[in-house]
């Protein structure tokens, strides 16, 4: 798009004479305000041929609607699940504006011509439309413009590549399978039309609910304004006012929603690759792990367990005793999760039951003229499910029946973009029509990216009816904004480069902050095969990434952690055994995630808005509020310099403390990663186990940073099924006080109900610079306690520890 001015001029003439449709010139913009409606929970404004709602959708929220005709569509979004709470408001109207001011927010449209903008209660300006370009339809196309302040900065649109801080690029949002994608690849995989503006420590937040082909313009166009907008669908967003980064997140995904809590050994180690056959392959790497004592969870199968290619079915050549497997597997702590891509083979004939029965039930996607469409995929010719209807979802979700039965544990949706092969645009054509309950249907432009999210919703739901008190585990590679609520994600296709390496950090943090705190990349890239360093450094940084997956592609090499000799497999190990060590720290924190839809992978900007050095960083992030990661995703090694949050920081390797501002120049050795841990910090830990289910032999681990705002949780359950909806968990906080002279550590159990695997706590206390002269348990002295001097730390053990307690040193 190029040409405002003129476009601007022909808008407003066009408005102003009443002019037809612009496809033929150019944009048409809102015009000046002829009437003004005042709804319960908002104002309506005519102007021209248009009518813009403005109306409060709860404390902090706005959302503005335009309908270039007049007619708003029926109120319809697959994103949105919140309903609105309008809170009280107060519509003020003068000759030049009308003002609503709800809760601390306040929305003006000011009247010729209609331009809205947001304040705070303090009336200073969050987020305005450009004045010189009032919101805009060109045919079908609509777009909004909004002024651009020099110094602000801008995140989300889910899995981008490329610098976290979106400023200065422009985006295109069409659901893609971009098989080795660089940074400069877009679109990719996902459509997330929600960004966070960040500028002095203040944010607003934006969600532009449209599922058409959109674009995000951050300043490539014109460095006064930004801009956004898509080839279709109405022009509806939501302002989210703040101003925390963090309330941004917990905001969108209350209106979106947040993922379920996930099986607890989904957050164990996953090993992939394309693919593990045959059967004897895959056992052999169950069995390596267990020899080598290299922790893991999951084993995946990718399409070649499939006879054909076709989804549902079990190469029996491959897998003899396909059943037999993955029961043995789980009696070695193994779950297995299959791939299930949506593409259904046209087999006709062969008694292929989810062809025939797919048919039967007339589930797949149509051409115009009512044919079912054909596209090629992995099968071959391949029909695809109409997953917009009720009833395609619910015959999709029976498919899983079989592998459930067999004790399968999760599920990998992947291509659901859709991706089609042989095809210059890798998608189905756009005519294709997609039908809906209500009876209407929809051609692919609507539906496009959507399509992979219902069918993991599909695939969820399913599930939740086959195994009603199992947490289903799903994997998508699509997205829409709300996909959260039924799956995990990944970064597609990534290579295994150093530069992906690096690129992987800034693309999870914002994914986790646009709704996704259940996210992976491939650890040692996909395509490719990496450098013994490389795979080794990736294994470092995946330990702290929400989902710890290692896959490759087809016909490199392998890739597992025992690969590249002795010495590469320790650190790797090392590093999978700290990850499971702070198995219960991760729990809590992704808990806190179903809650809050706050990540767990945080950029440093979302608990420190106003430490404004970070608003650039891509290479390192936070796991949690309390642990710091500085990666190393650079060859190198030159010294890597760290500059660590506000606060003071501990190293968690040598419990060091450093402070804020203070420089870190560091040259990490191979088996090292910069890893720190917040003053204030307290930390739940584990003995290392081979998998999640296996019972950790010995005490529940604390470990105590004394500092400012001192405190830790915990929170654990059965893990599997849904009992915790019914109140069956252990919830603890833990405090911590320092005075002059003396530290006390309090546990306060918030709930009990649920047996945790230990009874006793071992507590160290970090940052005592000397050898305490009491140590106290409760109100008695204890004597069994130890100092060490060169880290500065005490430990003892709480025998009767899941309960109130305090811990008492003196010095
Ligand atoms: C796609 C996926 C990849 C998978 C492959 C085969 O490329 O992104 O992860 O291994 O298909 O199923």
Not at 14 to 20: E, I, K, T
Not at 155 to 166: E, H, Q, S, T
Not at 696 to 724: E, I, M, W
Request: proline share 6%; aromatic share 14%; with cysteine.
């Amino acid at each position: 798009m190029a040409g405002f001015a003129g476009r601007v001029g022909i808008g407003l003439v066009a408005v102003a004479l009443g002019c037809g449709t612009a496809a033929a010139q150019g944009w048409q913009h809102l015009g000046k305000v002829q009437r003004v409606e005042k709804l319960k929970d908002g104002v309506e404004l005519s102007a021209g041929s248009a009518k813009v709602r403005i109306t409060a959708f709860r404390d902090g929220i706005f959302r503005v609607r335009v309908t270039p005709n007049g007619t708003f569509p029926k109120d319809f979004s697959w994103a949105v699940i919140e309903s609105p709470q309008p809170p009280a408001l107060q519509i003020e109207e003068s000759q030049k504006e009308i003002r609503i001011t709800a809760g601390s927010v306040i929305a003006t449209a000011q009247k010729s011509p209609l331009l809205v903008d947001f304040k705070d209660a303090a009336g200073n300006v969050l987020l305005a439309d450009e004045s010189s370009l009032p919101m805009g339809w060109n045919g079908q196309r609509i777009h909004v413009w909004k002024k651009m302040p020099s110094d602000e900065n801008y995140y989300g649109l889910g899995d981008k590549a490329g610098p976290m801080n979106r400023r200065n690029r422009s985006f295109t949002n069409w659901n893609t399978d971009e098989f080795g994608w660089q940074e400069s690849s877009d679109p990719l995989y996902k459509t997330i039309p929600f960004f966070i503006g960040l500028r002095k420590g203040t944010a607003y937040g934006v969600f532009f609910d449209n599922t058409y082909r959109s674009t995000f313009d951050f300043g490539k166009e014109s460095a006064d304004y930004f801009s956004f907008g898509a080839e279709g669908g109405e022009l509806n967003y939501y302002f989210m006012a703040g101003p925390e980064p963090k309330k941004i997140v917990e905001e969108y995904t209350a209106l979106t929603g947040r993922s379920p809590l996930p099986p607890f050994w989904s957050l164990g180690y996953q090993q992939c690759r394309y693919s593990y056959y045959p059967e004897s392959r895959a056992r052999e790497i169950v069995r390596t792990f267990r020899d080598k004592k290299i922790p893991a969870d999951t084993i995946y199968f990718d399409i070649d367990y499939q006879q054909d290619y076709a989804p549902f079915t079990i190469n029996r050549e491959y897998f003899p005793t396909f059943e037999k497997m993955i029961s043995d597997f789980r009696s070695q702590g193994f779950h297995t999760i299959l791939i299930t891509d949506l593409h259904i083979k046209k087999n006709t004939d062969h008694g292929y039951a989810p062809y025939d029965s797919g048919i039967r039930n007339d589930v797949f996607v149509k051409n115009p003229d009512g044919s079912a469409y054909v596209g090629k995929v992995w099968p071959g010719d391949s029909v695809f499910p109409d997953f917009t209807l009720a009833r395609t979802r619910d015959w999709w979700g029976s498919l899983y029946k079989d592998f459930a039965g067999m004790g399968v544990a999760g599920f990998w949706n992947d291509m659901n973009e859709p991706s089609i092969f042989f095809r210059a645009d890798k998608t189905m054509p756009l005519d294709t029509v997609h039908r809906l309950d209500d009876g209407t249907a929809r051609d692919h432009r609507a539906i496009h990216n959507v399509f992979g999210m219902e069918n993991v919703r599909a695939t969820y739901e399913g599930l939740r009816k086959l195994q009603p008190e199992e947490r289903p585990f799903v994997l998508t590679r699509a997205a829409y904004s709300g996909a959260q609520r039924y799956a995990a994600t990944w970064t597609g296709d990534n290579s295994s480069t150093w530069n992906h390496l690096a690129m992987s950090t800034p693309m999870l943090l914002s994914l986790g902050i646009s709704g996704f705190p259940l996210i992976g990349d491939d650890i040692g890239g996909f395509a490719g095969s990496p450098t013994a360093d490389l795979l080794t450094r990736w294994f470092e940084v995946g330990a702290l990434n929400p989902i710890y997956r290692d896959h490759t592609a087809k016909g490199t090499a392998d890739q597992e952690p025992w690969v590249h000799g002795p010495e590469h497999e320790a650190i790797r190990k090392k590093f999978i055994e700290l990850r499971y060590q702070l198995m219960p720290y991760l729990y809590t924190g992704v808990e806190e995630a179903t809650r809050t839809g706050l990540p767990l992978m945080r950029p440093v900007f979302l608990e420190y808005p106003q430490a404004s050095e970070f608003y650039g960083d891509n290479r390192d992030f936070l796991f949690g509020r309390d642990l710091f990661v500085a990666p190393v995703t650079t060859e190198m090694v030159d010294a890597e310099e760290i500059s660590l949050p506000p606060g003071v920081w501990y190293d968690y390797w040598t419990s060091e403390k450093h402070a804020y501002k203070e420089k870190i120049n560091l040259h990490p050795r191979l088996e090292e990663m910069p890893l720190y841990v917040r003053a204030g910090a307290i930390l739940p830990m584990q003995p290392v186990v081979q998998y999640t289910g296996e019972t950790p032999n010995g005490p529940l681990q604390l470990r105590v940073y004394p500092g400012n705002d001192c405190r830790g949780s915990l929170y654990q359950d059965d893990g599997h099924t849904f009992a915790y909806q019914k109140g069956e968990v252990l919830r603890v906080n833990y405090s911590c006080k320092v005075s002059a002279g003396s530290v006390t550590v309090t546990s306060s159990v918030d709930k009990r109900a649920f047996q945790p695997w230990w009874r006793s706590a071992h507590v160290t206390i970090y940052g005592a610079a000397v050898a305490p002269t009491e140590v106290r348990v409760d109100d008695g002295v204890i004597h069994d306690w130890h100092y060490d001097g060169q880290a500065h730390a005490v430990t003892l053990t709480v025998p009767d520890a899941v309960k109130n307690w305090s811990v008492r040193l003196t010095f």
